[in-house]
């Protein structure tokens, strides 16, 4: 009886503390606050939505609360004096960390080594959180495994499922509504997996939420395809066989590597797309308007670009992550003897490289003919050309940490270009 009371108590305080329940948008809402620039991150399809001026990443001051929200989340803003904390945002002292799963360790279903996956599984079986938010796929046929849909994660097994990248906008806050609505009394503690504009949202009312606790484990994230149709214009465009494609990733050998259902991969160099101007509108248009490339908000983000070319498949690949506060760390630390963790001193290769300030500007060139749909026709090069220009701009071109500077910087060059016009 009184652990009763003590339960509905709690339970009570908890729905008082979320303020604001303004009736949720349908999930087909054709056009929402954020119109164009709209991530559809499924904020406004909870009963929050009344505070979407607030929330959202691309309304009044949109990324630029970015700022007040480190300082909210970590306790202070990232250093501007020091390059890496410019470029990964807040970070723990020597906060980044190459790393992988080890072979043993890692889930079948995954993007990379199964970081992300086997960080919730073990918070999960550490009984730290009492669900994890993630994206499980729309179905099982190829087609649709590549579609995002985000679920509250109960057990490991569900987790599990929920391994890999569905390449794509994904209404990651969506899942809330259920948990306010009906899932509210067995979910206190939540870890939360979601990319940049997701967090940014979830992060402006984390008072709010109702929980007693929250985690957030993040990925990086940038140039996410629009929805389903967009996908496969791209997947048509890179692939010889689309319709068996189950996963693709932008690689450090200038390769995207295209995974197919039957174990096959393909690579193909990024000069050899076949008609890259049917790609024009691929990119949803928010992703043009975001400058939280590396995810700032979360307590840990896990992504590739900063682990050095080691060859061979992304599934096998070392991966990198940036400790961001003390939950981060937890995170970490509880994973640890599935955790092959390297030097840090490793994601700044030795001898020399181009710099990247000299080869930022080529690639923004027909990085804006795409946004703006410039059609600047030519062929492919011969297949052997693409090839050799991959190889030599890869043994040339700036490795690890700077790969990683050099990408975050065309994309904010780019998008600061594409909001002005
Ligand atoms: P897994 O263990 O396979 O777990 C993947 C997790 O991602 C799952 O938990 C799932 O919930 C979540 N997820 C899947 N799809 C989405 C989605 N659409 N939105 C939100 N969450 C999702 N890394 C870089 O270094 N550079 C990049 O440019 C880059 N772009 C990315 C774009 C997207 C849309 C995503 C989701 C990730 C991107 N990453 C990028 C991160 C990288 O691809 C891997 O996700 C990361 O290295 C983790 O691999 P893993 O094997 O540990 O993940
Ligand atoms: Fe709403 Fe999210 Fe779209 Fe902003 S990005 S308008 S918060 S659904
Ligand atoms: Fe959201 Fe930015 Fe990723 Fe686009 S690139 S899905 S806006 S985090």
């Known amino acids: 009886g009184g652990n009763a009371a003590v339960v509905a108590t709690a339970a009570l305080a908890r729905s008082k503390r979320r303020r604001g ?34 929330a959202c990443a691309f309304l009044g001051d949109g990324m630029a609360r970015l700022d007040q929200l480190e300082e909210r989340v970590h306790g202070r803003q990232r250093n501007l004096e020091d390059e890496m904390e410019l470029y990964f945002g807040v970070t723990v002292e020597d906060g980044v960390v190459p790393l992988q799963v080890l072979p043993e360790q890692r889930p079948a279903q995954r993007a990379w080594t199964g970081l992300v996956t086997s960080m919730a599984c073990a918070l999960l079986a550490a009984g730290r959180v009492d669900a994890v938010l993630c994206v499980a796929s729309a179905a099982e046929s190829p087609k649709k495994r590549l579609e995002p849909r985000p679920i509250l994660a109960r057990t490991v097994e569900e987790v599990l499922k929920c391994g890999g990248v569905k390449p794509m906008l994904s209404p990651n806050l969506l899942p809330l509504e259920e948990l306010w609505q009906v899932r509210g009394e067995d979910i206190k503690r939540l870890l939360f997996i979601g990319v940049g504009c997701q967090v940014q949202a979830l992060r402006s009312v984390e008072e709010d939420l109702g929980l007693d606790e929250l985690y957030v484990l993040g990925t990086n994230c940038v140039d ?38 039957d174990g096959r991969y393909e690579q193909i160099p990024v000069f050899a797309l076949k008609e890259p101007e049917n790609c024009t509108g691929v990119i949803a248009k928010s992703c043009y308007a975001c400058f939280d490339y590396v995810n700032a908000l979360t307590d840990l983000t896990v992504g590739y670009m900063a682990a050095p070319w080691q060859g061979g498949r992304m599934t096998e690949h070392q991966q990198y992550c940036v400790v961001r506060n003390q939950k981060g760390q937890q995170m970490l630390d509880l994973l640890a003897e599935k955790l092959d963790v390297g030097q840090a001193s490793s994601l700044v290769p030795n001898g020399w490289s181009l710099p990247r300030s000299q080869l ?20 492919p090069p011969p297949r052997w050309l693409a090839e050799l220009l991959s190889d030599v ?19 904010a060059l780019r998008n600061l270009v594409c909001l002005e016009v």
């Open 360 to 379: 930022v500007p080529s690639v923004l060139s027909p990085e804006l003919d795409l946004a703006f749909g410039r059609r600047r026709r030519r062929e």
């Open 393 to 411: 701009v890869t043994a040339l071109g700036p490795r690890g940490v700077e790969f990683a500077k050099g990408s975050i910087d065309r994309a």
């Open 224 to 261: 996410n395809p629009r929805d389903s149709e967009a996908l496969q214009r791209f997947l048509r465009s890179a692939s010889e066989t689309p319709e068996t494609a189950v996963g693709f990733e932008f690689m450090q050998d200038n390769r995207i590597h295209v995974k197919h259902a």
């Open 21 to 54: 329940k303004a009736k949720p948008m349908p999930e087909d809402q054709a056009v929402y606050p954020a119109k164009d620039l709209c991530s559809r991150c499924g904020f406004c399809n909870t009963s929050l939505v009344g505070r979407v001026q607030e």
